[in-house]
């Protein structure tokens, strides 16, 4: 079945270490999409990236890294400069097919804890 | 500034009661608006909206949309204690192909 795979489902950090949450996708979307939700604020976008080699800040990308160097994997990297990582972090995918949109597709998520 | 604003934040209600949920807009370049669920983890989709006035169904969930006065409402009617979660409103604004996401209405349905 085609979808995309988040992982790991749970993740604890220490504070001042790096960390990568993984996304891939084989629906054979051209974008890709990260995610943060915190409570009682919706989804927040960090990055997003419309075809391979190239991707865009969103509205709280500081602290945060990507790279999309395969169409199908979007990891996003957790950096110690982001001070408060504690959420969940969703990773969505999307594609047009001829002026018809089907808007996302969502992983299932990484909860990720500072400990 | 895009912002989508969702109303009410969280709803309590008892089985076999019918919800209304808020969804209000301000965006540049709107193409679609979409409802999702999320009840654990990974949102599914619901509706997607992008006319005017035509109410979209699916069982005893409907949406539609205003494009005059920049809102969606999704109906939810005889509720049931499986329609608790958090319902999310997201506009596609411009070619880039982002979301714009609501703050999301939590929805919680007693037996």
């Known amino acids: 079945d085609g979808g995309i795979t988040q992982s790991p489902k749970y993740l604890f950090r220490k504070e001042g270490q790096n960390v990568t949450l993984s996304c891939e996708q084989n629906?054979?979307?051209?974008?890709m999409y990260w995610y943060r939700q915190d409570p009682g604020q919706g989804l927040r976008l960090i990055y997003y990236?419309?075809?391979?080699?190239?991707?865009q800040k969103g509205d709280i990308a500081e602290g945060y890294s990507v790279s999309r160097e395969k169409k199908e994997s979007f990891p996003l990297t957790v950096t110690s400069a982001q001070k408060n990582p504690t959420a969940f972090y969703l990773c969505?995918?999307?594609?047009?097919?001829?002026?018809?949109?089907?808007?996302?597709?969502f992983g299932s998520g990484t909860r990720l804890t500072v400990v | 500034e895009d912002k989508v604003v969702q109303s009410p934040l969280s709803l309590v209600v008892h089985e076999g009661d019918t919800v209304t949920l808020n969804c209000s807009y301000e965006?540049?370049?709107?193409?679609?608006l979409l409802w999702y669920k999320q009840e654990k983890k990974a949102p599914t989709f619901l509706f997607m909206l992008?006319?005017?006035?035509i109410e979209k169904k699916s069982g005893r969930l409907s949406s539609i949309l205003d494009k005059k006065e920049l809102f969606s409402i999704l109906n939810i009617t005889a509720t049931q204690t499986g329609d608790s979660a958090i319902y999310l409103c997201a506009v596609d604004s411009g070619n880039t192909g982002k979301l714009i996401f609501g703050q999301g209405t939590t929805l919680q349905v007693k037996p």
């Open positions: 965006v540049t370049n709107f193409r679609s």
């Open positions: 969505a995918s999307s594609n047009r097919d001829r002026g018809r949109d089907y808007g996302y597709t």
């Open positions: 990236s419309q075809i391979v080699n190239d991707f």
């Open positions: 629906l054979n979307h051209d974008a």
């Open positions: 992008t006319s005017s006035g």
